[in-house]
């Protein structure tokens, strides 16, 4: 099994995922353990003195002002998990959990928040263990960090709270870790506020949503193509030195992968040949690679930040080289919420364009040939009526989840915490629109294979020819009476998330960007 060694100057994308959805195994750098001890020895020193150092012998939030007694530090951290270990509503995903802690482990393993290595190595062992603490949809703000869902996994590391455990079943944390051999960790002065204090739900959910559009946005470049192909557009568009005189990066690479998608069709330009040529085509169609490649350019700008945010220590107070320790705020969620918000803007446009195209296929006045809603007999049959129904549904919750989330704030904890970023509920939100794009392309692959199907007499290109064989061996049926659409429909969902329509069009055209 692929193990990913978490040393002091944080991760990559890769291993995240790797953790997340891979069960990665995790390991301690020799450097990390030095690191940990050495912040630990900085952190010992001041909570042994008698002036007051925020998170090591102070309250928290608007309670900074009261000095604790060292015999009431270890209750002290204990509480804070025990209090803010507050979440509600439904459980969070596994692979969501599982990149939380592992991205709050990198932080602790920089050697800046002050925890002991034995903490850290028990961070480790919970998450080698396939041991998910149970964390609820609603309790961050982004701001201080991701307070409640962190909560609930440093509740879980002290044998509290609720936990899965590697066979699916949810149980009481204490026996899950004493089933593995793992014992509860007692927590020690800024121990309980260094696990809280972080932006890694928020992150995770940040590289794992970069991931999946990475995908679709291919997907979607070749869906736009075969629609092109099936209304009989012209590929003109696509040439290479009309994106150089506009020469955005994502606009270049998504009219590359349409018109290697389309090279060798006989389909396209055929509107040449009709008693009432086409000058040029819909906006849907023409300017495809312009509104996918600005989405491609902003997940572009999203990976720059999670990747900064991934070599950062997020905690507050931090532990400096230096031997101070000093309050920050370095947890505000802003970069990461702005860049979440922004890509579910940018899915909402790609969706909404996917729709368009598809109507369009489905509109005889539109379609230059093609039979209405692409039914087999139409009046007795209703075809794909009701399919663009569905994808107009989602459509619709895409621009309702495009709503940014870090517009807004709601002051805590006293006006002390007063603007926070909202980056957790961006997250979420971001979550089901690639859910909801990963459905809207499909559903404009089902329409656009039946349609080139429908071309009877015209060849399409080799690629499209792909991209319909594996589609019907994988269970998307193609034209003919009316039958139960469902079925189809989940079949070119699953299709498209699998990653399974990119791979059979690369097979014929080579690696598509």
Same mark, same amino acid.
């Given at each position: 099994?692929?193990?990913?060694?978490? $040393?002091?100057?944080? #991760?990559?994308?890769?291993?995240?995922? &790797?953790?997340?959805?891979?069960?990665?195994?995790?390991?301690?750098?020799?450097?990390?353990?030095?690191?940990?001890?050495?912040?630990?020895?900085?952190?010992?020193?001041?909570?042994?003195?008698?002036?007051?150092?925020?998170?090591?012998?102070?309250?928290?939030? =608007? %309670?900074?002002?009261?000095?604790?007694?060292?015999?009431?530090?270890?209750?002290?951290?204990?509480?804070?998990? +025990?209090?803010? =270990?507050?979440?509600?509503?439904? +459980?969070?995903? +596994?692979?969501?959990?599982?990149?939380?802690?592992?991205?709050?482990?990198?932080?602790?393993?920089?050697?800046? #928040?002050?925890?002991?290595?034995?903490? &850290?190595?028990?961070? @480790?062992?919970? %998450?080698?263990?396939?041991?998910?603490?149970?964390?609820?949809?609603? !309790?961050?703000? !982004? *701001?201080?960090?991701?307070?409640?869902?962190?909560?609930?996994?440093?509740?879980?590391?002290?044998?509290?709270?609720?936990? /899965?455990?590697?066979?699916?079943? @949810?149980?009481?944390?204490?026996?899950?870790?004493?089933?593995? !051999?793992? /014992?509860?960790?007692?927590?020690?002065?800024?121990?309980?506020?260094?696990?809280?204090?972080?932006?890694?739900?928020?992150?995770?959910?940040?590289?794992?949503?970069? &991931?999946?559009? !990475?995908?679709?946005?291919?997907?979607?470049?070749?869906?736009?193509?075969?629609? %092109?192909?099936?209304?009989?557009?012209?590929?003109? @568009?696509?040439?290479? /030195?009309?994106?150089?005189?506009?020469?955005?990066?994502?606009? $270049?690479?998504?009219? =590359?992968?349409?018109?290697?998608?389309?090279?060798?069709?006989?389909?396209?330009?055929?509107?040449?040949?009709?008693? &009432?040529?086409?000058?040029?085509?819909?906006?849907?169609?023409? *300017?495809?690679?312009?509104?996918?490649?600005?989405?491609?350019?902003?997940?572009?700008?999203?990976?720059?930040?999670?990747?900064?945010?991934?070599?950062?220590?997020?905690?507050?107070?931090?532990?400096?080289?230096?031997?101070?320790?000093?309050?920050?705020?370095?947890?505000? $969620?802003?970069?990461?919420?702005?860049?979440?918000?922004?890509?579910?803007?940018?899915?909402?446009?790609?969706?909404?364009?996917?729709?368009?195209?598809?109507?369009?296929?489905?509109?005889?006045?539109?379609?230059?040939?093609?039979?209405?809603? %692409?039914?087999?007999?139409?009046?007795?049959?209703?075809?794909?009526?009701?399919?663009?129904?569905?994808?107009?549904?989602?459509?619709?919750?895409?621009?309702?989840?495009?709503?940014?989330?870090?517009?807004?704030?709601?002051?805590?904890?006293?006006?002390?915490?007063?603007?926070?970023?909202?980056?957790?509920?961006?997250?979420?939100?971001?979550?089901?629109?690639?859910?909801?794009?990963?459905?809207?392309?499909?559903?404009?692959?089902?329409?656009?294979?039946?349609?080139? /199907?429908?071309?009877?007499?015209? #060849?399409?290109?080799?690629?499209?020819?792909? =991209?319909?064989?594996?589609? +019907?061996?994988?269970? @998307?049926?193609?034209?003919?009476?009316?039958?139960?659409?469902?079925?189809?429909?989940?079949?070119?969902?699953?299709?498209?998330? #699998?990653?399974?329509?990119?791979?059979?069009?690369?097979?014929?055209?080579?690696?598509?960007?």
């Amino acid at each position: 099994m692929h193990t990913v060694v978490v $040393g002091t100057s944080g #991760t990559t994308a890769e291993d995240v995922i &790797a953790v997340a959805r891979g069960n990665a195994r995790v390991e301690l750098s020799g450097e990390a353990l030095d690191a940990l001890a050495r912040s630990r020895e900085i952190v010992d020193a001041l909570a042994a003195k008698p002036e007051p150092v925020y998170g090591v012998s102070t309250g928290f939030g =608007a %309670l900074a002002s009261r000095h604790i007694s060292p015999e009431l530090r270890a209750q002290l951290q204990r509480n804070i998990v +025990r209090s803010h =270990a507050a979440g509600m509503g439904p +459980r969070v995903e +596994r692979e969501v959990v599982r990149a939380l802690m592992f991205l709050r482990l990198k932080t602790v393993a920089s050697g800046h #928040t002050g925890v002991r290595p034995s903490v &850290a190595q028990t961070m @480790v062992d919970v %998450l080698n263990a396939g041991i998910t603490p149970v964390v609820h949809e609603y !309790g961050s703000l !982004g *701001c201080s960090g991701d307070l409640a869902p962190l909560s609930h996994c440093a509740l879980a590391l002290m044998g509290e709270g609720d936990a /899965e455990g590697p066979d699916g079943t @949810v149980r009481p944390a204490g026996e899950l870790l004493a089933e593995a !051999g793992i /014992e509860p960790v007692e927590l020690r002065e800024k121990e309980g506020l260094a696990l809280l204090n972080g932006t890694d739900g928020m992150l995770g959910m940040l590289v794992m949503a970069l &991931a999946d559009l !990475g995908k679709l946005y291919t997907a979607a470049d070749i869906t736009a193509a075969l629609t %092109l192909e099936a209304l009989l557009g012209t590929e003109k @568009v696509l040439q290479p /030195e009309l994106h150089a005189i506009r020469p955005h990066p994502g606009q $270049g690479a998504s009219a =590359a992968n349409m018109a290697a998608v389309l090279k060798g069709s006989g389909l396209v330009r055929h509107y040449q040949e009709e008693t &009432a040529p086409r000058v040029q085509d819909a906006y849907s169609v023409r *300017c495809a690679p312009q509104v996918a490649g600005a989405g491609r350019d902003t997940m572009a700008h999203a990976a720059l930040v999670a990747s900064r945010e991934l070599a950062a220590a997020v905690d507050n107070p931090v532990v400096l080289p230096d031997g101070r320790v000093e309050s920050n705020g370095n947890f505000h $969620g802003a970069p990461v919420a702005y860049v979440l918000d922004f890509l579910a803007i940018a899915a909402a446009d790609l969706g909404s364009i996917a729709e368009r195209r598809t109507d369009r296929l489905l509109d005889k006045n539109r379609s230059h040939g093609l039979p209405p809603f %692409l039914a087999d007999d139409a009046g007795v049959d209703s075809g794909l009526m009701i399919a663009q129904y569905t994808q107009a549904a989602l459509v619709s919750e895409m621009k309702r989840l495009a709503v940014p989330a870090s517009a807004d704030s709601i002051p805590s904890s006293a006006m002390q915490e007063d603007h926070v970023s909202m980056g957790w509920s961006a997250a979420r939100k971001l979550r089901t629109a690639v859910d909801n794009l990963t459905r809207i392309i499909a559903i404009e692959l089902y329409a656009a294979t039946r349609a080139i /199907e429908l071309r009877h007499g015209l #060849t399409p290109a080799p690629a499209s020819r792909a =991209a319909i064989t594996a589609a +019907r061996a994988a269970g @998307v049926q193609g034209p003919g009476p009316d039958r139960f659409l469902a079925p189809d429909l989940a079949a070119a969902d699953e299709f498209i998330r #699998t990653g399974a329509l990119v791979d059979a069009v690369e097979g014929v055209t080579g690696p598509l960007a």
